[in-house]
């Protein structure tokens, strides 16, 4: 009888184990996959996807430093600035070296670049991106900003007349570029005069073209409706 009882006691312990198995999943363990590997493309994607984060900040902090009025605030926002636009640069500096191939990471290598001081290496980026993309709008404004911080007036003008072609909000950007350009020029003691006064003089005019001109584009017509 004692004998009978213990076989019974182990048939009722396996019969209800049985459930528990299968109410935790049932079977074997399922197989762990190995996570895809990511293509060269998703990769540039993610590491361009990341810069632009840090661009976005480091253009906030720009900003800030531009229109404080306090020493410090300014020389802090002024660092933070360029501490995100230098992890950014890497950022997309990798993305170029994983997809040789996307235009945007060579555009984005040019504006961080453009924005810490390194204007001929910008160039040389705007150019890949260009190469790239013939005619790519962003980047032809961006070297138009390369070409102010170089001086290279007679380059920034084409690029603004290269864009009024085919892209007027940009080039409205760009022109507006040049005035604040013009304008830290005017209180400097080593600027041409004649030079300076003579681009004064053709901002003015492209100035007075884009406002007579500005009902032919579709915007422009959109808002003389309203």
């Not at 945007?104 to 504006?111: P, R």
């Not at 950007?173 to 209180?187: F, H, I, N, P, S």
């Amino acid at each position: 009888m004692k004998m009978r009882m213990q076989i019974w006691s182990a048939c009722l312990l396996a019969a209800t184990a049985v459930p528990v198995a299968w109410a935790n999943g049932g079977g074997p363990e399922p197989e762990m996959r190995a996570p895809r590997e990511q293509t060269p493309e998703e990769k540039a994607k993610t590491l361009y996807n990341e810069g632009v984060h840090d661009v976005k900040k480091a253009d906030k902090y720009q900003a800030d430093a531009e229109k404080s009025t306090d020493a410090k605030k300014k020389d802090r926002a002024g660092h933070e600035a360029q501490e995100y636009y230098a992890s950014a640069l890497k950022r997309f500096q990798q993305a170029a070296q994983t997809n040789p191939e996307m235009p945007e990471a060579w555009n984005y290598v040019g504006y961080t670049n453009r924005h810490l001081g390194n204007y001929d290496v910008a160039l040389s980026a705007y150019e890949q991106a260009l190469t790239l993309r013939p005619g790519y709008p962003d980047a032809l404004e961006y070297r138009g900003e390369a070409f102010l911080g170089l001086n290279r007036i007679a380059d920034a003008k084409q690029a603004y007349l290269d864009l009024f072609a085919g892209n007027r909000q940009l080039a409205d950007k760009l022109l507006v570029a040049m005035r604040g350009w013009l304008d830290v020029q005017k209180t400097s003691a080593s600027a041409d005069a004649t030079a300076v006064g003579e681009f004064d003089k053709w901002i003015q005019e492209r100035s007075a073209i884009a406002g007579q001109t500005a009902a032919l584009t579709r915007d422009g017509a959109a808002a003389s409706w309203n």
